[in-house]
């Protein structure tokens, strides 16, 4: 990468004009009007006629999906670049209403399966256009047979557009407008969200502490705001699980990740018994930064006053890098994102706070949006993003209807290729106290994984066994999230983050149930994989783009037993990923105490 980098994105190879783009605005009613064909035919189909009516169902599904995903992918882009983009916003509505219209077309799509008599269903996974689909076939079928009606199905997709989606929606707006007061040299600054929290990594703890109380001063002012979106969301979310006759809540997430309970649960358990390690982690970073205990702000904050930052061009280069050391092909397609300006990355206001990576499966490209200061953080979340976006990549090629993986198998090539660049910075500091930070920074993320994450999950199963009885009022909502933060940093903290459940867009996200045990799983079963790695002997890189491109047709269970030979609702698994984990934090605690000597 010879010439200098770009950090902001291109679009418009993909649909010249951004959100003004006549071409886009032509095939967003292309799709709208393909969905509602498709209906019909769907509608008219024979469920037991000839078997090449639904091969040729399925065909147009194939690519009615793509195409779907295209859009909605062009749309996340707009949206997020220009929070006051108003043309975004009506097509972030659009959106809504035709993914309502998908949903009807989904379900109906596997009533229609689940009516197929068991004569035909054999007939049909003889064909050989469908032998590679039979595993999202028959999940589908399989879920076809706790379905409602399908007008009451239809109805309820209808419904949700403006009394479910709408919310999440409406919290994107409330967020978007939001603004935080900072006071710097003298002079007040006016920040996004986004940029605010960039600032959190100061190494300066009384202006941390300053913005903490700026940002959490901001989260309350609209808590009674964000306490409507919440409750709204999770109750139209119970609403429907009582007409399914679903009791669990975690019935659906954990029907969507394509994983068991059994699984969960035995993960939790092996992270909950080896968490006093990370206690003890906790305890040396508050003696490192003179202080009894970590106030939940000094969490993730530097632990020395001067933070190595890396350029765009810097960052880039490292982590194509270490990409290399590990998979060539991997590295390819790191660099060509960055040279073909597929990463929107510029530190500036009016964008999205967080970062993401969506993919482009009619263009074949991916799009990852971050904000980049240069920090070491920031290197590790712009690999995190290349990974999911290297997921897509080895699928192109893979039929659009078993592309659909679940958010916890998505987090593993995204965490798989953080942790390389992680793993590289520390092998390479050139100093003690250098490989100190680097590995406080990769200690950080188990920390995030094991407490953060874990607290996020106590307090969105609790909040969902509450909701039941009614709306939660914002104080109790508070009071939740600062027990569930007691219990899961081992109440090792001095101070908590009571209004988290509000400035974390994760809880009020309408596609996905349940948005936090999924990282933590992908995290663990990428370090597995990774330690799998270093003992490999054969191709490991074609092993692991194998695994990559079963994700969409397996469950966890059945990928990881294929590909890794373990089961994943033993424990043994779960203690030998956080092993690697403890050995990254005994390395730290050692390093330590030579330097405090």
Same mark, same amino acid.
């Given at each position: 990468?010879?010439? =200098?980098?770009?950090?902001?994105?291109?679009?418009?190879?993909?649909?010249?004009?951004?959100?003004?783009?006549?071409?886009?605005?032509?095939?967003?009613?292309?799709?709208?009007?393909?969905?509602?064909?498709?209906?019909?035919?769907?509608?008219?189909?024979?469920?037991?006629?000839?078997? +090449?009516?639904?091969?040729?169902?399925?065909?147009?599904?194939?690519?009615?999906?793509?195409?779907?995903?295209?859009?909605?992918?062009?749309?996340?882009?707009?949206?997020?670049?220009?929070?006051?983009?108003?043309?975004?916003?009506?097509?972030?509505?659009?959106?809504?209403?035709?993914?309502?219209?998908?949903?009807?077309?989904?379900?109906?799509?596997?009533?229609?399966?689940?009516?197929?008599?068991?004569?035909?269903?054999?007939?049909?996974?003889?064909?050989?256009?469908?032998?590679?689909?039979?595993?999202?076939? +028959?999940?589908?079928?399989?879920?076809?047979?706790?379905?409602?009606?399908? $007008?009451?199905?239809?109805?309820?997709?209808?419904?949700?557009?403006?009394?479910?989606?709408?919310? $999440?929606?409406?919290?994107?707006?409330?967020?978007?407008?939001?603004?935080?007061?900072?006071?710097?040299?003298?002079?007040?600054?006016?920040?996004?969200?986004?940029?605010?929290?960039?600032?959190?990594?100061?190494?300066?703890?009384?202006?941390?502490?300053?913005?903490?109380?700026?940002?959490?001063?901001?989260?309350?002012?609209? +808590?009674?705001?964000?306490?409507?979106?919440?409750?709204?969301?999770? /109750?139209?979310?119970?609403?429907?699980? =009582?007409?399914?006759?679903?009791? $669990?809540?975690?019935?659906?997430?954990?029907?969507?990740?394509?994983?068991?309970?059994?699984?969960?649960?035995?993960?939790?358990?092996?992270?909950?018994?080896?968490?006093?390690?990370?206690?003890?982690?906790?305890?040396?970073?508050?003696?490192?930064?003179?202080?009894? =205990?970590?106030?939940?702000?000094?969490?993730?904050?530097?632990?020395?006053?001067?933070?190595?930052?890396?350029?765009?061009?810097?960052?880039?280069?490292?982590?194509?890098?270490?990409?290399?050391?590990?998979?060539?092909?991997?590295?390819?397609?790191?660099?060509?994102?960055?040279?073909?300006?597929?990463?929107?990355?510029?530190?500036?206001?009016?964008?999205?706070?967080?970062?993401?990576?969506?993919?482009?499966?009619?263009?074949?490209?991916?799009?990852?949006?971050?904000?980049?200061?240069?920090?070491?953080?920031?290197?590790?979340?712009?690999?995190?993003?290349?990974?999911?976006?290297?997921?897509?990549?080895?699928?192109?090629?893979?039929?659009?209807?078993?592309? /659909?993986?679940?958010?916890?198998?998505?987090?593993?090539?995204?965490?798989?290729?953080?942790?390389?660049?992680?793993?590289?910075?520390?092998?390479?500091?050139?100093?003690?106290?250098? =490989?100190?930070?680097?590995?406080?920074?990769?200690?950080?993320?188990?920390?995030?994984?094991?407490?953060?994450?874990?607290?996020?999950?106590?307090?969105?199963?609790?909040?969902?066994?509450?909701?039941?009885?009614?709306?939660?009022?914002?104080?109790?909502?508070?009071?939740?999230?600062?027990?569930?933060?007691?219990?899961?940093?081992?109440?090792?903290?001095?101070?908590?983050?009571?209004?988290?459940?509000?400035?974390?867009?994760?809880?009020?996200?309408? /596609?996905?149930?349940?948005?936090?045990?999924?990282?933590? !799983?992908?995290?663990?079963?990428?370090?597995?994989?990774?330690?799998?790695?270093?003992?490999?002997?054969?191709?490991?890189?074609?092993?692991?783009?194998?695994?990559?491109?079963?994700?969409?047709?397996?469950?966890?269970?059945?990928?990881?037993?294929?590909?890794?030979?373990?089961?994943?609702?033993?424990?043994? !698994?779960?203690?030998?990923?956080?092993?690697?984990?403890?050995?990254?934090?005994?390395?730290?605690?050692?390093?330590?105490?030579?330097?405090?000597?």
């Amino acid at each position: 990468m010879a010439q =200098k980098l770009q950090p902001t994105w291109d679009l418009d190879v993909i649909f010249p004009g951004q959100s003004s783009s006549e071409e886009f605005q032509h095939f967003v009613n292309e799709v709208s009007k393909e969905i509602e064909v498709l209906t019909e035919k769907v509608n008219h189909l024979n469920v037991n006629g000839p078997v +090449e009516d639904w091969e040729e169902i399925l065909e147009n599904l194939e690519t009615v999906t793509k195409k779907s995903r295209e859009m909605g992918a062009f749309i996340s882009c707009l949206s997020a670049q220009n929070v006051t983009d108003k043309q975004a916003d009506i097509y972030v509505a659009k959106r809504a209403q035709i993914a309502a219209a998908s949903s009807a077309l989904t379900k109906i799509v596997d009533q229609k399966l689940g009516a197929i008599t068991e004569a035909n269903w054999e007939l049909l996974l003889e064909r050989e256009a469908i032998k590679p689909l039979q595993f999202i076939l +028959e999940e589908r079928r399989e879920r076809a047979r706790e379905q409602l009606s399908k $007008n009451e199905e239809i109805l309820i997709s209808d419904l949700a557009v403006d009394g479910y989606h709408a919310w $999440n929606q409406m919290y994107g707006t409330i967020v978007g407008n939001m603004k935080i007061e900072i006071e710097e040299d003298g002079e007040t600054q006016s920040y996004s969200v986004g940029q605010a929290s960039n600032k959190l990594s100061t190494p300066d703890r009384k202006q941390r502490e300053y913005i903490f109380r700026q940002i959490s001063d901001a989260w309350k002012a609209n +808590e009674d705001l964000f306490g409507q979106t919440l409750n709204h969301l999770a /109750g139209f979310r119970l609403e429907t699980y =009582k007409h399914y006759q679903w009791d $669990n809540v975690l019935k659906e997430p954990l029907a969507i990740n394509r994983m068991q309970e059994e699984t969960l649960n035995t993960m939790w358990e092996a992270i909950v018994k080896h968490k006093p390690l990370f206690v003890e982690y906790l305890a040396q970073k508050a003696s490192l930064l003179n202080l009894d =205990k970590l106030s939940i702000f000094d969490v993730n904050a530097p632990i020395q006053s001067k933070v190595e930052k890396k350029s765009y061009d810097e960052g880039a280069s490292f982590i194509v890098d270490q990409f290399r050391s590990f998979s060539p092909q991997m590295a390819d397609f790191a660099q060509m994102a960055f040279e073909k300006r597929w990463i929107e990355a510029e530190d500036r206001p009016g964008k999205r706070p967080g970062g993401f990576c969506t993919s482009f499966p009619l263009s074949e490209q991916t799009r990852i949006f971050m904000t980049y200061s240069g920090t070491p953080s920031n290197i590790a979340t712009l690999a995190h993003e290349l990974g999911h976006g290297y997921h897509q990549h080895v699928m192109n090629k893979v039929n659009g209807l078993n592309q /659909g993986y679940a958010m916890n198998v998505a987090e593993t090539a995204s965490t798989f290729a953080e942790m390389i660049v992680a793993d590289a910075s520390v092998k390479t500091a050139k100093t003690d106290e250098e =490989k100190l930070t680097l590995l406080e920074d990769k200690v950080s993320r188990s920390v995030a994984f094991f407490m953060n994450i874990h607290a996020r999950f106590l307090f969105e199963k609790q909040f969902y066994e509450e909701r039941k009885q009614g709306m939660v009022s914002t104080e109790r909502l508070n009071e939740l999230m600062i027990e569930a933060q007691k219990e899961a940093y081992c109440e090792s903290l001095s101070e908590y983050d009571p209004h988290f459940w509000a400035s974390k867009l994760h809880f009020h996200i309408t /596609g996905v149930p349940f948005y936090n045990f999924p990282y933590t !799983f992908g995290y663990l079963f990428s370090q597995g994989i990774y330690a799998y790695a270093k003992d490999y002997e054969g191709d490991f890189e074609e092993k692991y783009n194998a695994l990559l491109r079963d994700t969409g047709r397996m469950t966890v269970e059945e990928l990881a037993q294929k590909h890794l030979q373990v089961d994943l609702t033993q424990p043994d !698994f779960w203690e030998n990923a956080i092993g690697i984990c403890k050995q990254d934090v005994q390395e730290f605690l050692e390093l330590a105490k030579k330097l405090e000597k």
